[in-house]
């Protein structure tokens, strides 16, 4: 007599459920890394908008308060490049704290920070939280802007960097010269 078989094995059964458990960690674990990948780049995106927004607003102050008759005196012979003269800043922090509408030159940002992010009225960027914007500023040498400099040289670096949960997420940089905005009509 013949038997027929119907049905599973209890090994065909456990065989199954492990393959199918296999892909199922393997589908989790890509679906949260392509979660985690878009969390990342929209943290990427809202970094770069608010360090480059706060640049933007540095940007439209001068280096120099040129009503004080006082400016920088740049002399190019043969090449050589000599400063003379003064922009009537010191070299020294001055960063100030709150409402960022009072600022009115470039210098007054030195070591500003906001954590959360404000406007410049200093009302709360909403949805902001954990966020922290840093900006330093230095005076640079004129024949190499990637070096700081102890002396007045009319140039700025600024960096403004962008931070989530103590994580730098973005940095934007930029160089203004005293000199520059001067010849501005």
Not at 5 to 17: D, K, L, N, S
């Amino acid at each position: 007599m013949s038997r027929t078989r119907t049905g599973f094995a209890m090994i065909e059964v456990v065989m199954a459920t492990a393959i199918i458990g296999g892909l199922a960690v393997g589908a989790l674990t890509l679906v949260a890394s392509a979660a985690q990948q878009k969390t990342n780049a929209a943290n990427l995106a809202r970094g770069q908008m608010l360090s480059r927004s706060l640049a933007e607003e540095i940007s439209t102050r001068p280096v120099v308060d040129w009503s004080s008759g006082h400016g920088l005196d740049i002399n190019i012979d043969l090449g050589a490049v000599k400063v003379t003269g003064t922009d009537n800043k010191p070299t020294t922090p001055t960063g100030k704290p709150g409402n960022r509408s009072t600022f009115t030159k470039i210098d007054d940002y030195r070591n500003y920070t906001d954590s959360p992010p404000t406007d410049e009225d200093g009302n709360v960027i909403a949805g902001y939280t954990g966020w922290t914007r840093s900006v330093k500023i230095s005076p640079v040498q004129l024949q190499n802007p990637s070096t700081a400099s102890a002396d007045e040289t009319g140039l700025r670096c600024i960096m403004v960097t962008t931070s989530y949960n103590g994580k730098t997420i973005a940095t934007t940089t930029f160089l203004r010269s005293s000199e520059w905005e001067r010849v501005q009509p």
